[in-house]
């Protein structure tokens, strides 16, 4: 099929079979204006994708493609480099179209003279019930630096991705996220207030291999904020003891014991192997946490009487820190549970956003851990599963600023693959310290 249109509309497909007919449909039904065509490429599918896609291979607008299997990132390379569109829209097999989304796109970036355009989301799960609206508006993601528009759904012009130089194939995941760096740093992108695309939340999907992706989404970041000279010249670590967002143990359960070492222990060794140093400061009200600390020659200050919580917003402005640090990366010692390159991973987002304070959350997890032959195993759905606790989705135990020039904030929500609990013995210390009176007769000496 000759691609004569203003838009290419590219679907990448691989063992969707059962998701790919409702989103070519929503392609289907876009209307005439402004003139469009449709590419599906099939990336090696095993299931009934090839068939599916041979139902449409008559239509007029579609053309199709089979690739062997070379991922994700290849494939939409490959089929954008067959259309000869002056625009590409990417969608993912799972997802689909709103009506009347393609011409309000258009309308939008044109009447911006902009190189690319980008609306709101309604998440989707597996059975296509809607479960909420998902924002993308740049005050809620950080103009895509605490998290960047999905991949899929944005409207852009060819020649930018053509002098991007596409998705880097390199990556298995987070290619969305690399491309939308590397695009607005030289192009630029605008955001439409209306609903365009239903986003699938499912566990076949590839957002659901989660502690991959988090690791690409850490290299992903690193390698924009390297790009772009960026640099964390001078960083104060702060520990705050006081109890963090919903949590009800004590100031004491700093020092609750896992595998025989403290968690102010654990927390200052994960530090150290992100060479980040040691935490230069202690807050904290209890007597013995201040005694623990001096003993180890860690410099102790109380907290302001007015300031509770890692994530009370009065933190930095009410303690004075002793500090001439430019960066000021505040970490509640009950979570030694974090993957240690989060830390780093913070200041990075800070950096990348030109943000003053970055405040962390956990998302609910898909995963719940089942004992099995005293390990936890990831099983789906029933309640009797062990979820992370309420304390440790709440709170992600982190928050960093940037003293000069800004005092715009933002909260980064990260998943739970973030979280270190591989065993029996951490998950049920970080369910106790979600309950009251958890630190009891589980501390060490002074």
């Known amino acids: 099929m000759a691609m004569q249109a203003d838009i290419g509309v590219i679907i990448t497909a691989r063992n969707y079979a059962r998701y790919l007919p409702r989103c070519i ?3 289907l039904a876009q209307g005439e204006t402004p003139p469009w065509s449709l590419l599906i490429v099939d990336d090696g599918s095993a299931d009934q994708t090839p ?19 070379v991922g994700l990132a290849a ?3 490959a089929g954008i480099a067959r259309l000869a569109t002056e625009w590409i829209l990417r969608l993912d097999a799972d997802d689909w179209l709103l009506p009347g989304a393609v011409a309000a796109l258009h309308g939008h970036v044109l009447s911006a003279g902009a190189d690319a355009a980008y609306g709101e989301l309604c998440l989707i799960d597996a059975a296509d019930r809607e479960l909420f609206p998902l924002s993308q508006d740049p005050a809620v993601i950080g103009d895509g630096m605490i998290r960047s528009p999905v991949g899929s759904g944005m409207l852009f012009r060819r020649r930018a991705w053509d002098a991007v130089g596409g998705y880097d194939e390199s990556l298995r995941y987070q290619e969305d996220f690399d491309f939308w760096l590397r695009f607005t740093e030289r192009f630029h992108a605008v955001h439409l207030r209306r609903a365009v695309y239903a986003y699938r939340q499912h566990r076949d999907t590839m957002s659901s291999n989660r502690r991959e992706r988090a690791a690409a989404r850490r290299e992903v970041k690193r390698r924009a904020v390297k790009r772009r000279g960026l640099t964390a010249n001078s960083v104060h670590v702060v520990l705050a003891t006081g ?6 143990a004590a100031g004491t359960a700093a020092l609750a014991l896992l595998n025989g070492e403290t968690l102010l222990e654990r927390l200052l060794r994960q530090l150290g192997s992100e060479a980040l140093g040691v935490a230069a400061t202690i807050v904290s009200g209890e007597g013995e946490v201040e005694r623990w600390a001096r003993k180890r020659g860690l410099a102790v200050m109380p907290p302001a009487p007015d300031v509770g919580a890692i994530g009370d917003p009065r933190l930095l402005e009410r303690q004075a820190f002793p500090v001439d640090a430019e960066f000021v990366l505040v970490i509640s010692p009950y979570y030694p549970f974090l993957e240690p390159a989060r830390f780093a991973e913070a200041l990075d987002t800070l950096l990348l956003g030109g943000l003053g304070r970055l405040d962390t959350a956990v998302a609910e997890p898909f995963t719940r851990l089942l004992p099995e032959d005293g390990e936890w195993l990831e099983a789906d759905g029933p309640a009797e599963g062990a979820a992370l606790p309420g304390a440790l989705r709440l709170a992600g135990g982190v928050t960093a600023f940037h003293r000069p020039q800004t005092r715009r904030g933002a909260l980064e929500i990260f998943p739970p693959e ?18 009251p009176g958890a630190a009891a007769g589980s501390r060490t000496g002074t």
């Open 25 to 27: 449909e929503s392609v």
């Open 51 to 69: 068939a599916v896609i041979a139902g449409y291979r008559n239509h007029p607008r579609v053309a199709t493609m089979r690739l062997p299997g």
């Open 75 to 77: 494939a939409g390379n």
């Open 243 to 248: 109890l963090p967002i919903a949590a009800r």
């Open 418 to 435: 973030d979280f270190l609990v591989t065993d029996a013995r951490t998950l049920a210390l970080a369910c106790a310290l979600a309950t």
